[in-house]
């Protein structure tokens, strides 16, 4: 059976897979599920020779960058064992096994992957991608993996802006999506960090209504910002999604 349903106005579908035109998302071992927010920031967010994905969960994002940047070697990592397993089991079963590896790691411990010798001179990924945990005071659900998922426990603002400025190449992009009540916050950490924002994208659920998420994009060097909006269901979405859903 297949349930759907919003959460803060995103949607959110639950049930054991999702199948994409290149690709299914296994889903049974994780506490979040495919969402719009990790399907826009994967159809979103600016790729490289050597991209790493944080938090991958399921390991969608991961597969996204995969298929729109078929040269790209990936590395995904997360914290949760059995999210690790099936991140694992979803690429080995998908066109892209031999670019993505998934690693059972925390980001303040990790350090980069040499895949090849292209990339064995180079210390840091030219693009990072995060579909974060976001809550900082809100109350956790009694779900412990799906608290770890949620609440930034385990990942703080500032843990993740610091190994983001750590793992990211000079001329490298940050992409990251974002609830409209964290976005100070993120921002916040992200100047402690020495990254400064390169594009933001209101995500919006109508055009009457304020933007309830945000894709925002950093890099080390200043420069001046890109701003757009995305209204959902409308042309501009449904172009941006039609390489990776099926209707």
Not at 25 to 48: E, P, S
Not at 72 to 88: F, N
Not at 93 to 113: A, E, G, T, W
Request: aromatic letters at 10%; hydrophobic letters at 40%; glycine letters at 4%.
């Amino acid at each position: 059976m297949v349930r759907i349903f919003l959460y803060n106005s995103i949607v959110i579908v639950s049930n054991d897979y999702f199948s994409f035109k290149q690709f299914t998302v296994y889903q049974d071992r994780c506490a979040m599920k495919v969402g719009t927010d990790g399907t826009l920031l994967g159809v979103w967010a600016r790729g490289g020779a050597h991209i790493l994905d944080v938090g991958t969960g399921t390991g969608l994002i991961a597969l996204m960058m995969a298929q729109r940047f078929p040269h790209a070697m990936i590395d995904a990592i997360d914290i949760d064992v059995d999210v690790c397993q099936q991140a694992h089991e979803n690429i080995v079963h998908s066109p892209f096994s031999d670019r993505i590896v998934v690693h059972h790691s925390r980001l303040q411990d990790f350090k980069l992957v040499v895949h090849d010798e292209a990339s064995a001179d180079s210390e840091c990924y030219d693009a990072i991608v995060a579909n974060p945990p976001y809550f900082e005071q809100s109350l956790k659900a009694p779900d412990e993996r799906r608290s770890m998922a949620r609440h930034t426990d385990s990942l703080s603002y500032c843990d993740l802006m610091d190994g983001v400025a750590r793992l990211l190449k000079p001329e490298g992009e940050f992409s990251v999506v974002i609830p409209f009540d964290y976005r100070n916050s993120l921002e916040t950490e992200a100047i402690v960090a020495g990254l400064y924002p390169s594009r933001i994208c209101a995500v919006k659920t109508t055009p009457r209504k304020p933007a309830r998420r945000f894709l925002l994009a950093f890099r080390k060097q200043p420069s001046e910002i890109e701003t757009s909006e995305l209204q959902m269901n409308s042309d501009a979405y449904r172009d941006l999604v039609k390489d990776f859903y099926l209707k």
